[in-house]
């Protein structure tokens, strides 16, 4: 009896203690699933977190690109914007209306200005008085110059020219001046003096002061030049120029005093500067050189007195001119083309 219980004692305690054994393998499993899951719930709200951070971010760089494309648009529109009119609207942009400016086409104006001269004289006299059945008279030579005067001139011009690319522009013109210019000059004479019998031995100097002006001219001119911009034109000239010339006091003789007239004429050239104003109007500044060629002038004549006493005369004179001027212009053009 004893056996058998005993036995029987003894298998239920294994049991016992193998169904204790089972269930703290299972209370372990349990806490160990737990802490896994605890894990996986941390990281899955940090997951979270971090996409909440980088919707925030996104939504801020967004934000950023918003303003920068109204900022943009701002500045477009800004340098867009047309110049506002008055409230007239008679006054237009002169940026957006101001008419295309070409260098062709019918051009007239004026110009005033003034001159530097320059004047040499050259003379010689022969006299002969005869007082019968005697006769007496001079030789004399006269120098003068080189000198230098001056004196003012208006002009009025008209011409044509023609735009042959972007940069080039050719022309010509025509050109008539009212001029108040003085040529005079000073210099000396020898006189030497003869008789029936010849050269008498005598000689006598004096003064030579030669008294010309210029009262009008005439030039005909070629102009070519380059442009630096649209409106301005740097140009050289070239031409011809004829001057009418006065003569005083180119002679001792008591009987002739005349105002001699003669003209004149030489090349000329120079260089200047025209400005667009519009396309029609333009200013200009130029300077010019103008040389005459030498001019020959002579005279011949016999004078009688009631008396019989007669005197001859003979004269030839050689004048060279020139002078420097410098001119301030407006012209008008009349452009066929626009």
Not at 23 to 28: E, H, K, Y
Not at 99 to 104: E, G, M, N, Y
Not at 154 to 176: I, M, R
Not at 205 to 227: E, K, N, Y
Request: hydrophobic residues 40%.
């Amino acid at each position: 009896m004893f056996g058998l219980g005993a036995f029987k004692s003894g298998i239920f305690i294994c049991a016992a203690a193998a169904s204790i054994a089972w269930n703290g393998a299972a209370i372990a499993e349990s806490s160990a699933s737990d802490a896994v899951l605890e894990k996986l719930a941390a990281l899955e709200a940090r997951i979270a977190a971090l996409e909440t951070k980088n919707r925030e971010y996104k939504r801020e760089v967004e934000e950023v690109h918003a303003l920068a494309r109204h900022a943009t648009e701002k500045a477009v529109r800004l340098s867009n914007a047309a110049i506002p009119l008055p409230a007239s609207g008679n006054i237009s942009s002169p940026l957006t209306n101001a008419a295309p400016v070409t260098w062709s086409g019918l051009v007239w104006g004026g110009s005033a200005g003034g001159a530097a001269t320059q004047s040499r004289v050259g003379s010689g006299e022969h006299i002969v008085n005869t007082f019968p059945p005697n006769f007496s008279g001079f030789d004399s030579a006269s120098t003068s110059g080189p000198a230098r005067g001056g004196g003012a001139m208006l002009d009025l011009f008209v011409g044509w020219n023609t735009e042959l690319s972007k940069s080039f522009v050719v022309g010509g013109q025509l050109e008539v001046t009212a001029s108040n210019l003085n040529f005079s000059s000073s210099g000396t004479k020898s006189y030497t003096y003869f008789d029936g019998n010849g050269p008498t031995g005598a000689t006598a100097t004096g003064d030579f002061r030669p008294q010309v002006t210029s009262r009008w001219m005439a030039s005909a001119l070629i102009r070519a030049g380059f442009l630096v911009d649209e409106r301005t034109l740097f140009y050289g000239l070239g031409g011809w120029t004829l001057a009418q010339f006065e003569n005083h006091n180119v002679t001792d003789n008591p009987f002739y005093q005349p105002q001699e007239t003669f003209m004149a004429n030489g090349w000329a050239a120079g260089a200047g500067i025209e400005r667009k104003l519009d396309s029609h109007w333009s200013v200009r500044a130029e300077y010019r050189y103008t040389h005459f060629g030498a001019q020959h002038t002579a005279d011949n004549f016999l004078f009688q007195t009631n008396f019989a006493t007669t005197q001859s005369y003979k004269r030839g004179t050689q004048y060279d001119q020139s002078m420097q001027a410098g001119r301030i212009g407006i012209a008008y053009a009349f452009n066929p083309f626009m």
